[in-house]
């Protein structure tokens, strides 16, 4: 990548807080005039692959790419990140996509409407970066919520007559328990996750990959309240509360178990296949749909209006449950943003050390010429000051600008979104 390019590019953080601020108050204002986008004559090239989470699913208004049906956001957080640092985008995100469409197989949309080309099809030796959050349809999360949906925090379930989805999931007991989730997530997902990583890396030679790991949807055991997480799909009274957490007690902790090894295992195949990897989950803990105060992730919402279907006639599931809000997608555009800011910075070629001298060889010693003693001081072309700097060959000043600009912008991001009230949700 021409030096004078990533010097612009990094240059562009600046713009990075009045663009991540004004989408994350008003997704909707998000458009194609690109007024945020730094004027560069040879952009670096960015190609953002994966599913609903980095397409922005629930966060509207959508646009029709990569296809009619893939729910991706115009204010994205890859769009987010390109309109800041002035990337040439090619966004191939789209809701429902397993790791099989990133390497080989378009993907009919979840609505049917569409189909979605291969999405490692648009890597190429020109690709300068790529981000990609993947491996979450593959485990099948969104078939293993819909399964732990409960009646009350003590179950049981809706779909089946049982107390919970631990119970659904795991067999046996004892030193003969099997997790039939660790058992796929460890045979068939990590494996087909390492597979994708490391055909990203041969399709797209010159770029730096950076892997982006799913935020916390259930929170650990510190982030849950006193009186637990759950709060009910539909009331008494018949009325159906926004953001509800219809989990039991025993599935809030299952949940997340299943969610940190799924990051580990995206984090284990990122980094064998040489890719930078961004994990969420920590950082989100305390942000989780759980939370009532500043929640990143959408609780479950059933509507009579437009949604997904719930299997209920005349019911629909609002979109986006269990993905990022405003303030989640702001997030995430400053932690990606960060990743993908360090990728792009320019780094300076190590200095050539200067030879240490090499004292000549003394002249026989005679009683009136004695040797001259070495001279003393600090070994010649070392730093004394910043040896480690030295040694990396890295310009520290446009890495410490992009970390600074890019954190200022999501803090922006996320407290501006989180400034409106959550309305409460009723306790059983």
Excluded at 21 to 50: K, T
């Amino acid at each position: 990548m021409p030096e004078t390019r990533i010097r612009r590019t990094v240059a562009a953080l600046l713009a990075l807080p009045l663009v991540v601020g004004s989408l994350a108050l008003g997704a909707q204002a998000a458009s194609a005039d690109d007024a945020g986008r730094a004027s560069v004559a040879d952009p670096v090239q960015y190609v953002a692959l994966g599913d609903s989470y980095s397409a922005g699913f629930g966060l509207e208004p959508f646009s029709d790419e990569p296809a009619a049906g893939c729910y991706q956001a115009v204010a994205n957080y890859p769009h987010l990140i390109a309109d800041a640092l002035g990337l040439a985008l090619t966004d191939r995100t789209c809701s429902g996509a397993v790791t099989a469409n990133i390497r080989d197989t378009p993907q009919t949309t979840i609505t049917g409407a569409g189909v979605a080309p291969v999405q490692s099809d648009a890597l190429s030796a020109d690709t300068d970066v790529v981000t990609v959050t993947i491996g979450g349809n593959d485990l099948g999360f969104s078939t293993v919520a819909t399964s732990c949906l409960a009646q009350s925090a003590q179950g049981p379930l809706f779909a089946v007559d049982l107390p919970n989805c631990r119970a659904l999931y795991v067999q046996g007991s004892g030193e003969f328990e099997v997790d039939t989730l660790k058992a796929k997530l460890d045979g068939t997902v990590a494996p087909a996750l390492a597979q994708t990583f490391a055909l990203i890396a041969a399709k797209a030679p010159n770029a730096r990959v950076v892997v982006v790991g799913y935020p916390s949807i259930a929170p650990d055991v510190s982030n849950v309240p006193g009186g637990g997480c759950f709060t009910p799909l539909i009331t008494g009274s018949g009325t159906f509360p926004s953001n509800a957490f219809p989990f039991t007690d025993v599935d809030t902790g299952y949940l997340h178990e299943t969610e940190a090894r799924l990051d580990a295992a995206i984090r284990t195949a990122a980094e064998g296949a040489g890719a930078s990897y961004v994990s969420t989950l920590a950082a989100t803990e305390s942000h989780s749909a759980c939370s009532t105060s500043d929640p990143y992730i959408n609780g479950v919402t059933l509507t009579t209006g437009v949604g997904s279907p719930s299997g209920v006639e005349g019911l629909s599931v609002k979109l986006g449950v269990l993905h990022p809000n405003a303030a989640g997608v702001g997030f995430l555009a400053t932690e990606v943003g960060a990743a993908v800011a360090e990728a792009i910075a320019p780094t300076e070629p190590s200095p050539s050390p200067s030879p240490t001298p090499t004292p000549a060889s003394p002249a026989p010693a005679s009683p009136a010429a004695p040797s001259a003693p070495a001279p003393s001081g600090p070994e010649a072309g070392a730093d004394a000051v910043h040896p480690a700097l030295a040694a990396t060959g890295n310009d520290p000043l446009p890495l410490a600008l992009a970390a600074l600009a890019v954190l200022a912008a999501g803090a922006l991001a996320a407290a501006a979104a989180t400034r409106r009230p959550h309305p409460a949700r009723p306790r059983p």
